[in-house]
């Protein structure tokens, strides 16, 4: 099988998780970096940002021209385009009329837009064109085949599978609250009540002391972003993992759902009706409904017994294993997907 997967080559695109693993499945998988295209364009000056948002540049239709190119020199089966911010309606058109099958996966929303990234016209545009969605989201793949009638599939978000890094002990393992990421509005409220609360909270992003303000009487540690290998061996080390949704995860899931337990992390999470679905709640990882309640598990997290910590450790490690929850078996389910599709 031919794929030409829309989106990024960047060391950050979450397509890598699956071009990784597709690669030795194909006898051709290659990116078109639609999405590089415009980003070297966006942030190579102002005056190039004021283009764009004034509506003056033709940054999306030199990409598109240059897709079409593209697929004028080369063949292919399938093309993937993971969101589609800069892909017209029109050139998924002509793709189809060229008997190429399209498919698209969207690791935000397509119909709630939290950021300027997460989405556009284009996107919501195009859904009705593409011959299979892949949805991380149960009610995003209802309402796309309710209102498009197209095909679409459940394709949650994974982990990749590593030579992990041992637990820690019982004198070296943190008994604070953590979290990992960037802040924005939503992440910044939970974890201020955290803080407030009185529970030891350590985190890990850009300029978090602007959004967590310092106080006196918090106790809060702020530390530079961590990724890839250096992400593990800091997360490993403590006790409690948060995760945060943003409203377009709302009863859904979120990346870090996978990464964490992947791991063999003890999180604390949103209660949504995936969640739900994909690990045994107070077993495998913990859920919280209020702001209460996320205080109280906080709370009796933290005074586990090493013992019963560990072994909760060991087991979201292994159950995400058991159920293919990873990347590898992610890829080779989209690539089932495709072989239907053909």
């Known amino acids: 099988m031919k794929i030409l997967v829309v989106g990024s080559k960047k060391d950050w695109a979450f397509e890598n998780h699956y071009l990784k ?23 190579k000056s102002i005056v190039n940002k004021l283009l764009f948002r004034s509506r003056f540049s033709s940054i999306y239709k030199t990409i598109n021209k240059n897709l079409l190119s593209h697929l004028d020199e080369n063949k292919y089966d ?24 399209l498919v698209n996966l969207n690791p935000d929303h397509p119909f709630v837009h939290t950021f300027r990234g997460s989405g556009n016209k284009n996107v919501l545009n195009s859904i009705p064109h593409f011959d299979l969605h892949l949805c991380y989201n149960l009610n995003v793949k209802k309402k796309i085949e309710d209102t498009f009638g197209v095909w679409c599939e459940w394709l949650p978000f994974g982990f990749e599978r590593r030579d992990y890094d041992s637990f820690p002990t019982e004198d070296t393992e943190l008994k604070r609250c953590c979290f990992i ?11 201020l009540k955290i803080a407030e609360s009185g529970l030891p909270l350590d985190l ?7 959004w967590v303000r310092p106080k006196e009487g918090l106790d809060i540690n702020y530390n530079e972003p961590v990724y890839k290998s250096d992400f ?25 759902t996978f990464e964490m337990p992947g791991i063999g992390c003890i999180i604390l999470a949103p209660n949504s009706e995936e969640h739900q679905l994909l690990f045994k709640e107070d077993k495998e990882v ?43 078996s992610r890829a080779k389910e989209a690539l089932l997907y495709f072989t239907k599709l053909l």
Request: glycine share 4%; net charge positive.
């Open 286 to 328: 913990f859920y919280y409904s209020t702001d209460e309640e996320m205080l109280s598990k906080a709370s009796k997290i933290l005074a586990l017994d090493y013992s019963d910590a560990l072994e909760i450790r060991n087991r979201c490690r292994e159950v995400s294993k058991e159920r293919g929850y990873d990347y590898e």
């Open 204 to 210: 890990y992003g850009n300029n978090w002391n602007q």
């Open 78 to 101: 399938v093309v993937w385009v993971f969101k589609g911010m800069e892909i017209f309606p029109e050139t998924l058109v002509k793709m189809k009329k060229r008997g190429i099958k």
């Open 232 to 256: 593990d061996k800091v997360a490993l080390k403590y006790r409690l993992h948060l995760n945060i949704f943003r409203p377009h995860n709302d009863n859904s899931h979120n990346m870090r």
């Open 21 to 43: 693993h597709l690669k030795p499945l194909c006898s051709k998988v290659e990116t078109f970096a639609a999405h590089d295209m415009f980003y070297d364009y966006y942030y």
């Open 181 to 191: 990421g960037n802040p924005d509005a939503f992440r910044a409220q939970v974890l």
